[in-house]
């Protein structure tokens, strides 16, 4: 498992990224924001906000919004894959 993948199913790291991105704007960590829409593209979820985060031409508010959104998926589908494997 990469690094990436086991901090997409960390609430911790995904409360940092949020809070990163809270108090200090997108830009610090948009690479860690691509890459965990990428990887809940991956896993088959196609919500719009997947496709705001990743592109540069929407405005900055839109894509911290719909950030917000994003995280609600990825912290909703780590509960769902946990019971899966329960």
Avoid: K, Y
Avoid at 19 to 45: F, K, M, P, S, Y
Avoid at 48 to 61: E, G, K, S, Y
Avoid at 62 to 83: D, K, N, P, Q, Y
């Amino acid at each position: 498992m990469s690094t990436n993948q086991s901090h997409r199913n960390d609430p911790s790291w995904l409360a940092e990224l949020a809070t990163a991105i809270a108090e200090h704007g997108l830009d610090e960590r948009e690479a860690d924001v691509v890459v965990l829409a990428n990887q809940l593209h991956c896993e088959g979820n196609r919500q719009l906000v997947l496709d705001i985060v990743r592109d540069r031409t929407q405005p900055t508010v839109a894509r911290e919004r719909a950030f917000g959104v994003m995280h609600g998926i990825a912290l909703a589908g780590r509960t769902s894959h946990r019971s899966v494997a329960a």
